[in-house]
């Protein structure tokens, strides 16, 4: 060890009497930080930033007529929107050139709001409401992270769009509610007023029993008329008692008619609480639904993304098969080129033969010259080189059957996949038919709820008519391909086309019925004859049809050697097969990203309706309750009540006024005309015998059921069920569960949080520079043979280790200082941070020190790994499972994490842990080169030998 400090001592020698080297120090020592603080800086807060995305807003909304009043809910969206800053919108009228910039990408988007869109929303309101659609197109091409942005927004918007027409809706219901409360609640005086004539009256029945008692004891005395006229005299002091009471009972009975009318909206109310009942037991039905959609959407996902990937891997061999006609095309036109050059050869050495023959004759017995003779020899050659090249050319033109044999592999991997696809799509449609079928035994009656699940099935069926029409396309292009006969197939898929467009068809009458247009019925045979259907192509697509596309494939692999004999015919095959896959790729993308669609949309849905019906369930059986003991007390007891009242206002204004008169005409008469004035007294006395105790039983029995609603409150309890707060009311319908959020750990902008994992990526780029451009060896021959490779491992260590401490100060502080970044603990963060870079040197330095410029390569390798099987970005149980499987073997996943402690919070558990684990594996890198450096040495430089040789390498 002492060895080994010596040789750091001799370095730093070395660097004081180099300026220039400490210069290449200084800039080592900051070079990493500015891989760190350029990509914070770039990535800073972009989901701040978002109003320099441009998405155009086309507004066509012609707006609609509500209860006479013009409303266009697209301008008032517009509005809403120019007050809105998340995004760069910008207004124009022009669809065409909106879409013309969006696919050039100077718009990320483009919202159009249709020209019925006022019209759809407000369709709730009459008897035929139709769903509003908003149309978003969006460029995936520009950035991957964009649209998702985009698409945020537009979610945003027609979400704020539901909540408020939710809201409305509420509001409307409610706001009927409190009206009849109101209506009630202000007949509540005359109600008292009632109540309290009916109490008046029943005070003064024993005055009443008096003045019977004095009319009776007077018409039993006639005899003695004179001796009791002065009592009967005395009965008109009652007379202003009697009035008053009466004229209130008047009063009363005028108001009988609001009360009844009052009393009519909670019968009516209770009449139709069996249709409110039935309708909130389907919603449980729809409800139980759910878990079934969602399996039947997750297994469609998986049987589209199963073929997707057949398919594409078919897609993958392509490229070969292409690449082999490209080059044989490039040989034979090579080949032609030589033979048309060996014939134009020809044609001059012909012309040459014949000149020499005229123009060199020889005398008679002379020998021909030796370049006369090569003259002739070669003449005589060109025809059998000429013959050779041709022949050459003949060969080339054609390819053999195994370089087209993975064009047909592919093809039999994308037609199969299209099978087995063709087999999950029956068996998703016949669960959603049974479903239907379900449906349709439980004779459900019209109502708004049934009719959206009547169109969701519909539109289940559209889909998959045309997923078999598509792949009747693709049948019959392979057989032109010449995979044989595919008709078994088409009629197949054919038979289930027309049992499922006869059953669609036959769902426009239900769906009629069940928008109240008729009696709602289901076409049995149709759901029959298509489940049948369905289940014959399920088994028809597991073996049938795939022994039909396999013999086909038989045929044309039986053929392979006739097409690649001919280029022309091999390169059309290839052709061919890639549009089949192509169209194949397209048939199950579209019908993946429908799923995915769905999938997507299910959750929300189904939160949202369960939410909805929970409230309705737990409300409901109150509701009830309160509504029938009121409508039961209007149906049974108010008609007697009024009715009773009726007759005491008929008599107080009828018969009163009449027995009054009496009273004071007898009295006139008892003055004036005794004789008279005895009859009269006789007449009222009659009427106080007969009719009077009717009157008294009918004031004590109104009495009593007013003292009834009195003790139960029933009025009141009534008026406080149907009066509401409707802001607050209706804000907890269109929300009833509101979400507390607590952040722990939090940190203010997405740079801060990505500050971790940028600065662990700058400290091994540190450490990568350092290992390249200081060397581990000992350069210095003077020095040769005084330190062992041990001592050499050692002692060059500590200034790659000092050169660290360096780099990861200077990019910590300027996290702080230049970028202003967040840490809550910013000492520990510069203090990670040297821990960090120290054991990131440590591992580079090794692998260096070890191999070279292999054990470079290496470290670049992990680097690219860390990058991606890090955690540094995505949540690690997100990526593929390689990489989650490779995360706890690698530096980065506890460099990463300690690094975090530092900057939202440090729990001392983790920070030990994290660190604990760092150091573990540089320690046992450490071990392993300070073992190992003797015995990797001479490999080492028996490589860089071999390197060096080729002239290529430092």
């Known amino acids: 060890m002492k060895n080994a400090f010596q040789l750091f001592l001799h370095d730093l020698k070395n660097i004081k009497r180099t300026p220039s080297f400490i210069i290449l120090l200084l800039g080592l020592s900051i070079l990493p930080s500015f891989y760190a603080w350029f990509n914070l800086k770039s990535s800073w807060d972009p989901y701040s930033n978002t ?39 910008v207004f124009t009228e022009d669809l065409k050139e909106a879409n013309k910039q969006l696919e050039y990408g100077n718009y990320y988007a483009i919202i159009h709001i249709p020209k019925h869109f006022s019209d759809d929303v407000t369709s709730i309101l009459r008897k035929k409401p139709k769903r509003a659609h908003i149309d978003y197109k969006v460029n995936q091409k520009i950035n991957a992270i964009a649209p998702k942005m985009t698409n945020a927004g537009a979610t945003a918007i027609t979400q704020s769009l539901n ?218 050659e060109q025809p059998s080189s000429e013959k050779n090249v041709k022949e050459e050319a003949k060969q080339t033109e054609a390819l053999k059957k195994p370089d087209l044999l993975p064009a047909k592999q592919a093809l039999n991997d994308g037609l199969l996949a299209i099978s087995e696809l063709t087999k999950e799509e029956a068996a998703a449609t016949q ?119 396999t013999d086909g494939l038989a045929s044309i692999d039986s053929n392979l050697d006739t097409i690649a004999g001919k280029l022309s015919n091999a390169s059309q095959f290839a052709n061919d097969v890639d549009r089949i896959l192509a169209d194949a790729v397209q048939i199950t993308s579209n019908a993946h990203e429908t799923l995915l669609t769905i999938n997507a949309e299910l959750p929300a849905l189904e939160q949202k309706f369960s939410r909805i019906n929970q409230t309705a369930q737990a409300n409901f059986p109150t509701f009830k309750s309160k509504v029938g003991e009121a409508s039961n007390f209007v149906e049974s007891e108010l008609p007697s009540v009024l009715g009773d009242l009726n007759r005491l206002s008929n008599f107080a204004a009828k018969d009163l006024p009449s027995v009054m008169a009496k009273y004071n005409e007898a009295s006139k008469l008892l003055q004036n005309n005794l004789p008279g004035a005895q009859d009269k007294i006789h007449e009222l006395a009659v009427f106080s015998n007969e009719e009077l105790p009717g009157i008294e039983k009918e004031i004590k029995q109104a009495a009593d059921k007013f003292r009834e609603l009195d003790k139960n409150d029933t009025f009141n309890k ?169 995360h706890p073997f690698l530096p980065f996943t506890y460099a990463v994490d300690l690094l975090r402690e530092a900057v939202g919070g440090i729990v001392p558990e983790i920070a030990f842990t994290k660190l604990g684990m760092l150091y573990l594996i540089a320690g046992l890198t450490f071990a392993f080169g300070l073992a190992l450096k003797p015995r990797f040495e001479p490999i080492k430089k028996g490589f860089y030998a071999r390197s060096k040789a080729s002239n290529l390498v430092e």
């Open 163 to 380: 909540e408020k027409f939710v809201d409305s809706a509420t509001k409307a219901l409610l706001d009927e509610s409190n009206r009849v409360g109101i209506k009630i609640e202000d007949k509540l005086p005359l109600y008292h007023k009632i109540e309290n004539s009916v109490y008046e009256a029943e005070k003064a029945i024993p005055e009443m029993q008096k003045f019977k008692k004095t009319v009776n004891k007077i018409d039993s005395h006639q005899g003695d008329i004179t001796k009791y006229a002065d009592e009967f005299y005395q009965l008109s002091e009652f007379e202003g008692k009697i009035n008053d009471g009466a004229g209130k009972l008047i009063k009363a009975n005028e108001h009988a008619a609001d009360i009844n009318a009052a009393g009519q909206m909670i019968i009516n109310i209770n009449n139709n609480m069996p249709q409110i009942e039935n309708a909130l037991q389907k919603a449980n039905t729809i409800e139980q639904k759910f878990p079934q959609i969602n399996d039947a959407v997750a297994k469609g996902i998986q049987a589209t993304s199963t073929a997707q990937s057949a398919i594409t891997g078919a897609q993958g061999a392509m490229p070969g098969v292409h690449e082999k006609i490209s080059n044989a095309q490039n040989v034979t036109q090579g080949v032609q080129g030589a033979a048309g050059e060996a014939e134009r050869l020809l044609e001059n050495s012909t012309e040459s033969k014949t000149k020499n023959s005229t123009e060199t004759s020889l005398p008679s017995g002379e020998e021909p010259s030796s370049e006369q003779a090569s003259s002739e020899n070669a003449t005589i």
């Open 431 to 549: 669960d959603t038919i049974n479903q239907l079928d379900e449906l349709s035994k439980q004779s459900p009656g019209s109502s708004e709820v049934l009719a959206k699940n009547i169109e969701v099935y519909k539109h289940n069926l559209e889909q998959s008519i045309a997923y078999y029409n598509e792949v009747i396309k693709l049948m019959n292009q392979a057989e032109k391909l010449g995979l044989g006969d595919t008709s078994k197939i088409n009629a197949q898929l054919n038979q289930s086309i027309d049992a499922l467009t006869k059953l669609n068809a036959s769902l426009d009458t239900t769906l009629n019925g069940a928008r109240g247009n008729g009696k709602v019925s289901f076409d049995n045979s149709a759901i029959q004859n298509a489940l049948k259907a369905l289940s014959s192509l399920e088994a028809f697509a597991s073996a049938d049809m795939k022994q039909i596309l």
């Open 718 to 886: 009534l008026i406080k069920l149907l009066r509401n707060d409707l802001e607050d009311q209706s804000d907890y319908f269109a929300e009833p569960i509101q979400l507390d959020e607590t952040q722990v750990f939090p940190i203010p902008n997405y740079g801060s949080a990505s500050a971790p994992f940028y600065t662990a990526l700058a400290l091994w780029v540190g450490a990568l520079l350092s290992g390249n451009l200081l060397t581990t060896e000992l350069k210095d021959k003077s020095l040769i043979g005084k330190f062992s490779l041990r001592e050499l491992y050692l002692g060059r260590m500590i200034l790659f280790l000092l050169l660290s401490v360096a780099q990861s100060t200077i990019v910590v502080l300027g996290n702080f200082f230049i970028l202003d970044a967040y840490a809550k603990h910013p000492v520990y963060n510069v203090l990670f941070a040297i821990l960090v870079g120290l054991a990131f040197t440590i591992m580079v330095y090794t692998l260096v020190s070890l191999l070279g410029n292999i054990g470079k390569a290496i470290a670049i390798v992990i680097m690219v790994l860390q990058i991606a099987g890090g955690g540094g970005t995505f949540p690690i149980q997100v990526t593929p499972k390689f990489f989650q499987t490779i």
């Open 51 to 89: 109003e320099y995305l441009k998405v155009a807003v086309i507004n066509h909304d012609t707006g609609a007529e509500v209860q006479g009043k013009k409303v266009n809910v697209g301008n008032q969206l517009v509005t809403n929107l120019k007050e809105n800053k998340k995004f760069g919108w």
